[in-house]
């Protein structure tokens, strides 16, 4: 059974079949929509003249395109799971007790709400299909818009409502745009993609209130807003998990090893629910990306049917902001050494992060998708570059690496 | 060319740089056409997975990748070595004459 009807619900379920497994696959989903893919969601699907297909309109048709009859998967969709009981391998739905012989967990994670927005008109989210579709009309009528927090969704919701007409002001507490995840360096140019694209970026200004049509800033500044669109994170979905024999981290996700599989027998975890530990990088990781949720079930899935594999990817995402592409591949920290590739004031730049040894850490592009795809490979062999010609944009990337 | 040939001249040979896919359009087909291992292949641009251009991909072992998701394909078969895409994209027969690049879209090779 394999509970979360995501990318890697429906991307283990393939990888069980193509692995031969030739025994009863159930999959359950909590949404009532047929599987679908998310990125879409903060692009295309928010712009579309017509509703989104999945959602029964005749626009971008974001479901995956797998013929679950065919696969003899039994979708169980609009079914959310509510406990499990690891040590009597049942796990209780609305529908009453499913017991399973191999459970994988694919539940995903659920955006953070602003603390006294629930309910509130006007206040959205957006992570699933429902929540795009939300959105739609308030795109279509050009209201005016306020984005909470300066984040990858953020980015990529400004960029749409400005393509749709919106005023949209973001505002954010940090004093930059992604200040957790990438350094000054990077966003100081990412400030003069907002404002090129229109979009009003306050930084530095955490939010105090939302009213009815405004939010309320911590400087004590009034924002009118149509609509609120909230960015903030996303948390591990795991709380139905609580007392079932899993392990849960501080971070709410489930603890699997470096095979996927959870504290619990017969129970793996694979995509945004679960964080597992890296040797390559020497910590224990959480990934909220598309990719992982991609590359995980296949070891999952190799796993549970006796495999031995371990689980290590290079971390992989993209972003389309701002008529740009971003993409980050490998995981970096403030001990790396940044190597900038090209000017971040111009329209196509990388940067590196090199280990103190000379081994590419990680690597960020803006425009320069054959940059990416020769770092990905260079980290996954952790390969060392020469400073030197990585920070040359007219030298391949691979041409950077020591010949091994 | 002749009613019944449907190659179509692309580019010249010298033009195209090793591993370094090339894109152009065929009888208004979008297709990439890639120098690798000696030999010069054409395959449809669009990944099967989604709509990008292969052509901004990086060559290697005679696959092409998909930059944005990293599907890759055999430029031989057209058939999909790597994840996330499960359909074949189509690949065209090539004809070197001289220095010119011929390619058919008419039929798939």
């Known amino acids: 059974m394999i509970v979360g009807a995501g990318m890697a619900g429906v991307q283990t379920a393939m990888a069980l079949r193509e692995l031969g497994w030739r025994e009863d696959i159930t999959l ?209 979905a795991t709380g139905w998990l609580a007392g079932s024999g899993v392990e849960l981290g501080e971070d709410g996700a489930v603890v699997a090893d470096d095979r996927l599989r959870t504290t619990a027998p017969g129970v ?13 990088y020497g910590e224990r990781m959480l990934i909220h990306h598309w990719d992982n949720a991609l590359q995980g079930p296949r070891t999952a899935a190799a796993n549970l049917l006796g495999g031995d594999e371990r689980y290590d990817p290079v971390p992989y995402f993209w972003s389309e902001q701002f008529g740009r592409f ?79 | 060319m002749t009613a019944t040939d449907s190659y179509v001249r692309v580019c010249a040979l010298g033009d195209l740089v090793e591993d370094t896919p090339q894109r152009v359009e065929v009888d208004g087909v979008p297709v990439s056409v890639v120098r690798t291992a000696g030999d010069v292949f054409a395959i449809n641009d669009i990944c099967s997975h989604a709509n990008v251009s292969l052509s901004e991909g990086e060559v290697e072992d005679c696959q092409i990748e998909c930059w944005l998701h990293g599907s890759s394909f055999d430029l031989r078969t057209g058939k999909p070595s790597g994840l996330p895409a499960t359909r074949p994209v189509p690949v065209y027969p090539v004809k070197i004459v001289g220095d010119d690049v011929l390619v058919s879209v008419t039929q798939e090779s």
């Open chain 1, 268 to 280: 793996f975890a694979v995509g945004d629910c679960a964080s597992f530990p890296s040797a390559r």
């Open chain 1, 28 to 236: 359950l989903g909590d949404e009532p929509h047929p599987p679908y893919d998310r990125p879409p969601l903060s692009k295309a699907v928010l712009l579309d003249a017509a509703a989104p297909a999945g959602a029964g309109g005749a626009g971008v048709d974001v479901r995956f395109d797998v013929d679950f009859d065919a696969l003899g998967v039994d979708l169980r969709l609009g079914l959310r799971a509510q406990a499990l009981h690891a040590a009597d391998r049942i796990v209780v739905t609305e529908a009453g007790p499913l017991p399973y012989d191999h459970l994988v967990l694919a539940t995903g994670a659920y955006p953070v709400a602003l603390p006294g927005t629930a309910g509130l008109p006007g206040v959205h989210l957006l992570r699933t299909l429902d929540d795009a579709a939300a959105l739609r009309p308030v795109l279509d009528s050009r209201q005016q818009v306020v984005v909470v927090g300066a984040g990858w969704i953020g980015a990529e919701f400004a960029t749409a409502a400005r393509q749709a007409g919106c005023e949209v002001t973001v505002v954010e507490a940090a004093d930059r745009p992604l200040s957790g995840v990438l350094p000054e360096v990077v966003t100081t140019p990412m400030r003069g993609w907002y404002a090129e694209a229109g979009v009003d970026l306050r930084t530095g200004t955490p939010v105090s209130a939302v009213e009815p049509g405004a939010v309320v800033l911590a400087d004590g500044s009034r924002l009118a807003a149509g609509a609120v669109v909230v960015g903030v994170g996303a948390r591990p």
């Open chain 1, 326 to 404: 971003v993409q980050y591949a490998g995981h970096h920290t403030d001990a790396d050494t940044l190597v900038l590739r090209g000017d971040p004031d111009s329209a196509a730049w990388s940067v590196c992060w090199l280990r103190a040894d000379g081994v590419l850490a990680a690597v960020l592009v803006v425009d320069r998708p054959r940059d990416l795809a020769q770092a990905r490979k260079l980290i996954a062999r952790s390969a060392a570059v020469d400073p030197a010609l990585a920070a040359d944009p007219t030298v391949p990337l691979a041409a950077a690496a020591a010949r091994a």
